[in-house]
């Protein structure tokens, strides 16, 4: 019986989470990345994105970042959030950095409640990296990811405000 794209995705996730604990063999990982494939090609943006790390990284297939790119591209075009925040990564990680670009996926996924989205916006904001910095906008970025528990944005916050009492800009 055939499969379909969730299906695959599914086996496809099913694979990966048992070859990160360390039981899988070379022969397991070939299939889960064959799967991974198939499920991509019928349009599974999971799929895309899980398939893009293994580009990303160079597991089980040639390290290509313009595959990797490409993939993860199209899974956040449809909306993956995961998929967003990792195209914003590579937008930052690697030369030449497009901090405008990787403003404008981290913001979707931040608008989607992706709190290390939020937290990243507002670090472009803060060092005006893609924007011109605006202290007042990523103070808000910062305030809405604490809102949803992440650290690093409670310490931002802790530290501005102690520098605030302090007369510290």
Known sequence: ?????NDKSRAAVD???HLSTGSGTNDRLARCIDRTREAAELGDAEAMCNLAVYYSRGVGVPRDKNRALELCLEAADMGL???QCNVGYMFVGDSPKDYERALAYWTMAA???DTN????VGVLHREGLGVPAD???AQEWFTRAAEHGHAQAINELELNDSSARFGHK
Request: net charge neutral.
């Open 81 to 83: 959030v995961t998929a």
């Open 1 to 5: 019986m055939p499969m379909n794209a």
């Open 15 to 17: 694979a990966y989470l």
């Open 111 to 113: 608008n989607q409640n």
């Open 117 to 120: 989205a939020m937290y990243n």
């Open 135 to 137: 202290p007042t906008t």
